[in-house]
């Protein structure tokens, strides 16, 4: 349907977004896919780019679409159901749910431990802590962005070995560390900074769930301490007891 066989009164921007959202809900447009060029649109409903940009930031706001930089619009998959629990582990939460998990180290550095986070691990205020920062998707859409702490002296090169199997658990598998469990989590809400909207391509503004969490191995020991935040329209959280 264009826009001349729609009724007057509707803003010409509503009736774009309405015309792509009606897209999304009958599978013309899968989720995941990326969706025509901004000319395309303009040209489908003979209106101006302008008219799309606007159509296409309603249904970023809601959500429903995401815009990568340089690459194009794409239709946001539905949201991932993330199931908090005593062994969660983001890949097998992510490949349950038919996507393809993928970790990306960011940044990291050799920091002194505050009291807070010394005593999460275990260790003395001032000891020497790894931080990695690591970015995690589901296939091309980036979930959350993740800041871990581990002792320095313990995981020595942890940060080189994440970067090759990008995966947490692979990683502590490195060091012989078979199974770990949550000992802690914690969940609040918050308003996306600058430095997260750009990682996450979230606008400005746009909610995120921050979790601090605590794993320890089998006897108990802590093993690292995290502060995740996520894209709070692509999760939703599901508290498993037991």
Known sequence: MTIQDKPTGVALWRQVADGIE???????????????GETDIAETYRVNRHTVRRALATL???????????SGTYVEAPKLSYPLRSRTRFSEIVGAGGREPRGQLIGSLI???????????????????????????ADRTPICVATNWLSAERFA????????????????????????????TRVTAAIVDASDAAKLDLALGRPILIVDSTDVDADGTPLLTSRSRFAAERVEFVVENG
């Open 22 to 36: 009606r897209g999304i809900a009958d599978g013309r447009f899968p989720a995941g896919e990326k969706l025509p």
């Open 60 to 70: 970023a706001e809601r959500g429903l679409v995401r815009a990568e930089r340089g």
């Open 111 to 137: 920091e002194p431990a505050t009291r807070e986070l010394a005593k999460n691990l275990g260790l003395k205020t001032g000891a020497p802590l790894l931080r990695l920062d690591a970015l995690r998707f």
């Open 157 to 184: 090169e942890a940060a080189p070995i994440y970067e090759r199997v990008r995966s947490m658990t692979k990683m502590l598998a490195h060091y012989g560390i078979k199974d770990y469990r949550r000992r802690s």
